[in-house]
Structure formats: C-alpha cells, structure tokens
C-alpha cells in the first residue's frame, strides 16, 4: 500500500525501515514496536546504555520507569507507554549519544521520541568511533530544538513528520479488519519519494485472554477468533 500524505514528506528522517505489530479489536488499535537486533544488542545501543548508567543516578531497585499518556496524533486520540530516563528538578530528561558531526541526521528522530514521550530536558552527549564521550554532555530544551535552536531542523519539518505518522495512523486504522489477530506493519521505503508500507496478517494472537475478556465485558461484545489473512501491498 502507499500511504499518500497530504502534508508532505520527509524522506530523509524515514530512510531506514522499521516493522510493528497492531492489531484491532472492539475498535480500538494496538500498536506495539519490533526492536531490531542492531537496537537490542548492536555496540551502539550498548554503549548507549553504558552512558546512562555512568551519566544518571538510578535507584538500585529500579530498572527502568515508564509514564502512561494520553494524547491526540492526527485525529486520533492515544494512550502510549513512554520511558523516562530520569528526572532533574521535576522536568522529565532524555539522555542520548550520538556520533561527533551526525546529530543532524539524528535529532528528527530523538525529538520525535522525546515529543511523544513529553520530555522536557535532552542530554546529548557525542563520541568518538570507539564509543567514548569525552565532554561533559550537551544540554537542550526539547520545545526550543525545532526552529531557532537547531539549524538543521525546522518548526515545518516537525509539523511534516507529525502530519506523516498521524495519516500512517489513520490509514492503519481503516485497513485492519476489526479482531484479534497480529498484522505485521512493515515500512521498506528506503529514501523512495513514496512511503511504501506492505501490511500482512500473521494468523497469531494480539491480545492476551484476560485482556480480551476485560474489553469484552466492558463492551458487551462477544469474543473474535483469529482469521486466516491475505497479505496486501
């Protein structure tokens, strides 16, 4: 399927594909990311990691802390699970490495994240090729980093991106069939001028039953068994 924004595209901050699961039932939609093994294991989520744990003080107890929130993507109204790294007098922090000299090709995707996410405060610190962080990290207000705070990324590029996933999910929303089942959401545009997002069911179970049962008696609807599906592209 081509997924055709009308607010434009923005090529260069989705040229590397990404996949997700969603399925939807009693008409709502769930949503939820496949992390790619470069994401869960490669040297730069490790060293990643490695930066947090020397950069923030953390609670021994606790191993990782989310927020629930609400909010509004294109027409649609969301509730999204978002991780905080850290709190610095009751503002919520990101913190991220980046290569020396490729924070332009990063900071559409960090903002995004931290935006979603309702960050107020970003710590960015750059390394070297062997993953070492020399400086003492960079600190930037995530509301100022579109327009006059960063030349590289415009208050228009942010409206762009936001406008290109609330009609991505818009367009998932009309074409899943209403049950339980998994649909892989895959992204393979590639730097084309055309987002291109190929949509396959995989005949596997979305929800948990106790999840189901919940929504079913809230409903008052019966319970959807999995269907066989087609791919469409």
């Not at 924004?5 to 997700?20: A, C, E, M, P, V």
């Not at 909010?71 to 699970?81: H, Q």
């Not at 960063?150 to 049950?179: C, Q, R």
């Not at 005949?203 to 409903?219: H, N």
Request: aromatic content about 10%; hydrophobic content about 35%.
């Amino acid at each position: 399927a081509v997924v055709s924004t009308q607010s434009g595209h923005y090529g260069r901050d989705w040229k590397n594909s990404w996949k997700l699961e969603a399925c939807k039932y009693a008409g709502k939609m769930y949503i939820r990311k496949i992390d790619t093994p470069q994401e869960i294991g490669g040297k730069d989520a490790q060293w990643g990691r490695k930066f947090e744990e020397l950069w923030i003080e953390r609670d021994p107890d606790i191993k990782a802390t989310y927020r629930m929130l609400k909010g509004k993507i294109g027409n649609k109204i969301v509730l999204l699970s978002a991780e905080v790294d850290a709190t610095d007098k009751n503002k919520y922090v990101e913190a991220k490495t980046c290569y020396q000299g490729a924070l332009p090709d990063k900071i559409a995707s960090i903002w995004l994240q931290s935006y979603l996410g309702k960050i107020d405060v970003l710590h960015i610190a750059y390394k070297n090729r062997r993953g070492i962080v020399e400086d003492k990290p960079e600190r930037r207000q995530m509301f100022k980093i579109p327009g006059s705070h960063d030349k590289h990324f415009s208050t228009s590029h942010a409206n762009i991106i936001l406008g290109f996933l609330g009609d991505v999910i818009d367009w998932m929303y009309g074409e899943l069939p209403d049950g339980n089942e998994t649909w892989l959401v895959e992204y393979k545009g590639k730097g084309a001028e055309e987002q291109l997002i190929c949509l396959k069911g995989t005949g596997e179970e979305f929800l948990p039953s106790w999840y189901k049962q919940f929504v079913d008696e809230s409903t008052g609807t019966s319970s959807t068994s999995v269907a066989t599906s087609s791919a469409t592209e």
